[in-house]
């Protein structure tokens, strides 16, 4: 989506440990214009998937799967990183590793929101391993729900974790592919 790419060579900045900062856009302070952009493209990759509900992992996914739900006109299910006491015992959980963070977490879904009947779309900022994507994948077939894909604002494609999900069969489309990070700056695929 050239949009986003243009968005992320005017204001991202690559830090060291392949880190791309975009919070002043997408994950931090959020311009609705374009992440509204980045959900009507979601939902023409998308759109004859019958996609009737979106799922994401808390924070920074948020803000594109609200966009991507008000397209599709479906409800947006966020995994939390902690059990909070308002939340049911009733859970769907897995562990996740961050790369960003460098931890791992026990995400967790009520089990209210997910079911057999979804058709799941994955949304997410960032693919760099796909360890967030198979723990948001592991967690809707444990509903017994069906994943059709996975939409990504920006995947870094040098790190391997787009490859491996689509050689597992999982269709990954990313709105913004970057081949190469370096202090120099970055190259899109």
Request: overall charge negative; proline content about 2%.
């Amino acid at each position: 989506m050239e949009l986003l790419e243009q968005r992320i060579l005017k204001d991202g900045k690559v830090l060291p440990g392949g880190i791309l900062k975009v919070d002043s856009f997408l994950n931090h302070q959020m311009d609705p214009e374009l992440l509204y952009e980045m959900g009507r493209e979601l939902g023409r990759l998308f759109a004859d998937s019958g996609v009737n509900k979106i799922l994401t992992i808390e924070a920074s996914g948020i803000a594109i799967a609200v966009m991507a739900g008000l397209v599709f006109r479906c409800p947006v299910v966020f995994a939390k990183k902690s059990k909070t006491k308002n939340i049911s015992d009733s859970l769907y959980q897995v562990q996740v590793e961050s790369f960003t963070h460098g931890n791992t977490n026990t995400v967790v879904v009520s089990k209210e929101y997910l079911s057999a009947e979804d058709r799941i779309l994955i949304v997410d900022d960032f693919l760099a391993t796909g360890a967030a994507l198979v723990g948001l994948k592991n967690l809707a077939e444990q509903a017994g729900a069906q994943v059709v894909g996975a939409g990504i604002a920006v995947e870094k494609v040098f790190q391997g974790g787009g490859d491996k999900l689509r050689s597992q069969g999982l269709r990954v489309e990313s709105l913004a592919r970057i081949a190469e990070m370096s202090d120099d700056g970055l190259r899109f695929c």
